[in-house]
């Protein structure tokens, strides 16, 4: 008895306090003492209570050998009690939790066993228990008739007993509606999932009344097709999901699944993208959850593995220091001998520290010299690029398209020149070149003249942008490290800032030092990226664009100027940078002054004003293929765009995640897409859209600067169709879009012959095999009907009219109208061939009304009369 009461409240412990060091000393006592007095009982509910609580944190690497061990000694002292067999319960329900075939029939097996030593306790409450998990574990495993006998028995045993079962109880209900829908008896199984909702009623029992109404409503829609009364039960289960809390589970997740399709087939588009987006989202959250409880798994196993380790090491320290008291003497000699031996070894490791330190000076200094000496190489050839260019823009003659092709040459000259320039600086740094020239000057001028040349790139992603800057004049600053750091500072608020977000810069002197801050909407930082945001190198999102040295280098400059800067999130979920330096002659040393006056031209503080204009569909043209480009680069998209616009309707996208929606939305001939850009990359967006049944046959480009073999394979593994690295020759990929286009063509000339649609044949991907089948189901079923419109055809085949008459184009080149005419006339002429019918009973019986405008189309298809093919 006392081992039961010391175990429970180590298990309280346990889960309200943590695993901490003195309580799992303590539970590691418990054990040894049980071992001791030989007392398996007691050991077995120590490991049950540690494998429980493993258990309910999903920590089933730790809890299986907890079980196991408690099996072992179930088996090797003969215990038979509720421990041993809630222990075998748990091993089957890890075993459940994959649902594949195999895992399931170890579920059963184990299943089983328990059942054994549960009736040999004769425990009813755990023997009924049972019965619920074996019948769930037979439907897995397809013995619906077996499932059967245990429902009857714990529906029966649950329900006399009355006793807040409600879970148990709803659970027999749905494994009985599956017994039922396999005996092809679907007015039973309905009747089944109905039942758990009528006894729920009045319960209290929400949790449960949700899963019940979700698995009746589900029912409805994927069995009945009954989507209006699905969706009353849909809703009230997402609502009490809502209020109990439980919205971050699979059922709900499936739930806004269910909710969506419902309302797709009922033509609410609106509601139906809004729960696919929520149910996609949930989706993700999921997956990530699933990720973290592997990584905690490993991670604890990993902590388990290192604990033991130090066990053993303090055990190997108490036998030698056992050794030592017992032989004094040799102790002392070996003390000796190690002092000795560690004196060679420390001085000898000094003299080789010695010597590595010399190098990596030497390799430190070689790498800033080369660092230097490549930047200034680079500066030379970029004054090449940047002076004819620069000269050719002052030219009158020059026609809008060049100046436009010009001015996107010079602004990335100058981007790659300000890259050259910052390892410059990266490399005068490190070898101590780099030194301060601090003067006096009117510090509010150059402050905003520098905030000033970011107003236009503010007007162009819609961003608010906020400037408060004191008066301060007669200061002392260095202006080039003033330069640098806010000039970074602002690009990287404006490169993480989302369109129509905010973005804040105050300027002040507060307690003799001037305190800078540019605040701006973004993604909170984790505690890692704050740690490691200055680092050189580093990146907190890898697809954006940049290398990472930028912030490093504001540090870096920062310090040498006695100053500091600190980032961190804010209450209202925005990341700020704050910045300290000193303004007083005082705060220098003599060696960082200079006489010289500091020269800053004033600036006029222009209003810019432009009002924010909705983006709009663009209006299709049939007569032009839509190229749509994906590309967070405004100025990659506008290059390709120049060389496509002739021949090509192009539609711009900035980001994965818009490129997809665009995608979805207009479903164009072919998509070149960046690789590495926000939200979602390119090879996530290749992968998402060659998945989804309306895209799925658009050919997709992908751009990226990685030259890799293994980034090649990814791209190719998501479904893309080419992959190009950059730098590219606009040539090559005029090439390869109107091979693409032309391989698509080609498609429609092959189905042109068919009088019957053959996916393997004729298609190149199995989402569009599987939407072909679809569409042969849906023409079959409603050729004879003459009402039947591209309205219903939509509708039938589950997507837009748009959608569809886009993806009829692409794969046939027909709209799905001249689609269904073009089958109808076919399978007519087909019938005039083969049938004795004559020509009007033909035209019904294909869904034609009009006998003359059957004539018509006839002829206007095959050049031929009706009564002559007939005759």
């Known amino acids: 008895m006392k081992y039961r009461i010391l175990t429970l409240f180590l298990l309280l412990s346990f889960i309200f306090y943590g695993q901490d060091q003195k309580k799992l000393d303590s539970l590691n006592q418990l054990v040894q003492q049980s071992k001791i007095d030989e007392n398996w009982n007691a050991l077995s509910e120590i490991y049950y209570s540690q494998a429980k609580s493993f258990y309910e944190t999903e920590d089933y690497a730790l809890a299986l050998p907890l079980l196991l061990k408690i099996d072992s000694l179930s088996t090797t002292f003969g215990i038979k009690n509720s421990t041993s067999v809630l222990s075998i319960l748990k091993r089957a329900e ?45 439907q897995l495993t397809k013995r619906y008739d077996e499932a059967k006998l245990y429902v009857d028995k714990g529906l029966k045993y649950y329900i006399d007993k009355n006793n807040g079962d409600e879970d148990k109880i709803s659970r027999l209900y749905l494994i009985e509606s599956a017994y039922y829908l396999e005996q092809n008896n679907p007015e039973k199984g309905e009747e089944s999932r109905y039942k758990a909702v009528l006894y729920l009623e009045g319960k209290g029992n929400d949790l449960a009344m949700a899963k019940a109404k979700y698995y009746y409503g589900h029912y409805l829609r994927y069995d009945k097709k009954e989507y209006k009364k699905a969706l009353i039960f849909l809703e009230d289960s997402k609502k009490l999901f809502q209020k109990t809390n439980n919205i971050e589970g699979d059922v709900f997740h499936r739930c806004l699944r269910d909710l969506a399709i419902c309302y797709d087939a009922l ?8 729960y696919y987006k929520d149910a996609y989202k949930l989706k993700i959250e999921l997956n990530k959850k699933a990720n973290r409880t592997v ?43 190690f002092t000795s031996i560690t004196g060679l070894f420390l001085f000898f490791m000094f003299r080789n520290r010695q010597k590595t330190n010399t190098k990596l000076k030497e390799l430190d200094d070689f790498k800033s010299k080369l660092f230097a000496n490549i930047s200034h190489e680079f500066r030379t050839p970029l004054t090449l690029i940047s002076g ?24 990335n000259s100058n981007r790659l020149l300000n890259l050259v320039d910052q390892l410059l600086d990266l490399s005068k740094l490190e070898s101590g070149h780099l030194k301060l020239k601090v003067a006096e000057g009117n510090l509010s001028v150059l402050l905003k003249s520098m905030a000033s040349a970011f ?63 540019i605040e701006n909407d973004s993604n909170v930082l984790t505690k890692e990226q704050i740690n490691n945001i200055f680092n050189r190198f580093y990146q907190a999102d890898e697809n954006t664009e940049g290398v990472g040295i930028g912030l490093s280098l504001v540090k870096e400059i920062v310090n040498l100027s006695y100053g500091s800067i600190i980032v961190d999130n804010t209450s209202a979920n925005t990341i700020v940078f704050k910045v300290y330096l000193p303004i007083l002659k005082s705060q220098f040393k003599p060696e960082d002054l200079t006489e010289t006056s500091i020269e800053i031209p004033v600036i006029e503080q ?39 616009k002739n021949n090509y309707q192009v539609v711009e996208a900035s980001d994965g995640e818009i490129g997809v929606e665009k995608a979805i939305a207009l479903v164009p001939d072919i998509i070149i897409s960046d690789v590495m850009m ?89 989402f569009d095999a599987q939407f072909l089948e679809k569409v042969n189901t849906v023409i079959d079923k409603n050729i004879a009907e003459p009402s039947f419109s591209a309205e219903d055809f939509s509708k039938a085949v589950g997507m837009s009219r748009m959608q569809l008459h886009r993806k009829l184009k692409a794969l046939m080149g027909l709209s799905a109208t001249e689609f269904v005419r073009s089958q109808r006339l076919k399978l007519a002429a087909d019938l005039l061939k083969k049938s004795d019918a004559n020509v009007s009973e033909i035209g019904y019986a294909v869904g034609f009304n009009d006998h003359s405008y059957f004539a018509k189309c006839f002829k206007e298809m095959y050049g031929c009369s009706l009564f002559r093919i007939h005759i």
């Open 94 to 138: 890890i075993s459940k939790l994959t649902f594949t075939k195999e895992s399931s029939q170890v579920s059963y097996s184990l299943g089983k066993q328990a059942l054994k030593q549960a009736e040999e306790i004769n425990s009813q409450e755990i023997i009924h228990s049972i019965y619920v998990k074996l019948a769930d574990y037979c």
């Open 267 to 274: 033509g609410n588009y609106k509601n139906s993208s809004n």
């Open 295 to 337: 990584s905690r798994n490993l991670e604890t196993q990993y902590e388990t593995e290192k604990k033991k380790r130090e066990i053993e090491l303090l055990k190997s320290k108490n036998e030698i220091v056992e050794q030592q008291k017992k032989n004094q003497r040799n102790i002392l000699l070996s003390a000796v001998g």
């Open 388 to 411: 004819p260019i620069d000269k050719r823009l002052h030219t009158l003659d020059l026609s809008e398209e060049d100046k436009n092709d010009f001015e996107m040459i010079q602004r």
């Open 455 to 517: 107003q236009h790139k503010a007007l162009q992603k819609q961003i608010d942008y906020s400037i408060n800057i004191e008066e301060i004049d007669k200061v002392w600053f260095d202006k080039d490290v003033i330069e640098k750091t806010v000039i970074n500072l602002l690009s990287n608020a404006f490169k993480y800032t989302p369109e129509n977000g905010k973005i804040k810069f105050f300027a002040a002197v507060i307690g003799n030092k001037l305190e800078l801050h």
């Open 606 to 644: 222009k209003e810019f004003i432009v009002e924010k204009e909705k983006e709009q569909q663009p209006a299709i043209d049939e007569n032009l293929p839509i190229l749509l480009v994906v590309d967070d680069s405004e100025d990659i998209r506008a290059f390709i765009k120049s060389a496509f």
């Open 678 to 766: 926000p939200k979602l990359n390119g090879f996530q967006l290749s992968e998402t859209l060659k998945k989804d049944e309306r895209t799925c046959h658009i050919p997709i480009i992908l751009l990226t600067a990685k030259t890799e073999d293994a980034d090649r394979f990814i791209g190719l593994e998501t479904g893309a169709d080419d992959y190009i690295t950059k730098p590219f020759k606009i040539k090559a990929l005029e090439t390869r879009v109107k091979n693409l286009i032309s391989s698509r063509l080609k498609l429609r000339e092959r189905y042109s012959q068919e009088l019957i649609l053959k996916p393997t044949d004729i298609t190149i991907s199995n």
